[in-house]
């Protein structure tokens, strides 16, 4: 099984704290984009002939801010290009103050079964603060329309001048209005963003601060049924996101569109970050990738256990055996070493991060890269 992701990279206006490939004030170029879109999955249809996808994601941008019938449109070549499982999950993100009932329903029709909320806080200052182009009021009505509906909602933490009764109240916000699974995710200002300008003076809330601030949402959240499953995500019981379990798992999935990343046959590729050189590409038929690397056997190794050790449920003693043909504990022997007192072996043979410390994974994980 593999996962497709498709990016659609227009949205009402860019956030503070954004790094992602986007392009606010250019809905209009939507159609013929996501006409080169269509072509880019034909383009490679004849690579992945009989390859099952099982989950479908639509990121960006903001995916909602577009016409509906260009979604439907690309679910339809999903089809018509590639094997598409029974029960496959298909999710698209969403921002408050973008959706309608109709919209809403449109997307169900074409096989949508999976949202993601972008709330980020609820308070109407911080979203001001981080360039949200939504109030809190947005976020409820956007969940009253989603009622009954496989929802995720967004938060973050590490904002300036929020405090944990603010990540509380956006914690019990998103549980009252019916939200399966919590993505919360600390913020990291990057180097050319404008927020990065608030890191620079001082402005944002230290590490340490942000780590306590992660470990008591941490609890509230558990507390209020929710179960983490990966270093920022927690579900409810069957909910986990299944699109991220396969990354986290180091499957295979197939990325469309500009800036999109792809990992197949053990190669690395990704999509040009230029929204004219990806349509000029599309257009005179070669594929818009800019990076294509082969992934050395000591990479796959590490990537493997970076990524598993990220989770919950941890590293599979037995299947890196098998993926790889050596020993975890082996490979990896004066690393493990170094972190034993973080580490622990589950009944399952799992070896995994101990609770109190998944948080701190990256400062865990960089003796293993080495």
């Known amino acids: ?10 949205c009402k206006s860019k956030c503070r704290y954004c790094d992602f490939t986007s392009y606010p004030g250019k809905i209009g170029f939507a159609e013929a984009y996501m006409a080169c879109v269509y072509k880019e999955m034909k383009l490679r249809a004849e690579d992945l002939k009989g390859k099952v996808f099982d989950t479908v994601y639509f990121g960006g941008g903001t995916p909602s801010v577009i016409d509906e019938k260009l979604i439907v449109g690309c679910m339809n070549q999903i089809r018509k290009c590639y094997l598409l499982a029974d029960g496959a999950e298909v999710t698209i993100e969403i921002n408050p103050g973008t959706v ?11 096989g949508i079964n999976r949202f993601s909320v972008g709330l980020q806080a609820a308070s109407d200052a911080l979203l001001e603060e981080i360039g949200r182009a939504h109030t809190v009021a947005d976020f409820v009505d956007a969940c009253k329309l989603l009622k009954g509906e496989n929802f995720n909602a967004d938060i973050m933490i590490g904002l300036k001048g929020q405090t ?10 998103v549980k ?5 699974h919590i993505s919360m995710y600390a913020l990291t200002p990057e180097d050319g963003t404008p927020i990065y300008s608030d890191y620079l003076n001082g402005d ?4 340490d601060e942000v780590a306590e601030m992660y470990e008591k949402a941490y609890k509230l959240i558990e507390s209020l049924g929710y179960k983490r499953y990966e270093v920022s995500n927690f579900a409810e019981e069957g909910y986990e996101s299944r699109h991220n379990l396969n990354y986290w798992r180091r499957g295979e999935y197939i990325g469309f569109g500009v800036a999109a990343s792809s990992f197949m046959a053990g190669r690395r590729f990704t999509n040009t970050r230029d929204l004219d050189d990806y349509i000029k590409c599309i257009l005179t038929d070669h594929y818009p990738v800019v990076d294509n690397e082969e992934i050395s056997a000591e990479d796959a190794k590490f990537e493997k ?17 098998k993926q790889f043909g050596s020993e975890f504990y082996r490979d990896f022997e004066e690393a493990v070493k170094k972190n034993i007192r973080f580490l622990e ?8 991060i101990k609770d109190e410390y998944l948080y701190v994974q990256n400062q865990i994980l960089v003796d293993f890269l080495q």
């Not at 099984?1 to 227009?10: D, L, R, S, V």
């Not at 309608?100 to 074409?110: G, L, Q």
């Not at 256990?305 to 055996?321: C, F, I, N, S, W």
């Open 305 to 321: 256990v970076m990524l598993a050790l990220r989770t919950a449920e941890g590293l599979d003693e037995a299947e890196y055996k």
């Open 345 to 352: 072996k589950t009944e399952k043979g799992r070896i995994r």
């Open 100 to 110: 309608t009932k109709e919209k809403i329903e449109t997307y169900k029709r074409a």
């Open 1 to 10: 099984m593999a996962g497709i992701y498709i990016h659609i990279p227009f």
């Open 164 to 173: 944990f009764s603010d990540v509380e109240k956006a914690v019990r916000l």
């Open 204 to 207: 944002l809330p230290d590490s």
């Open 176 to 180: 009252d209005c019916g939200a399966k």
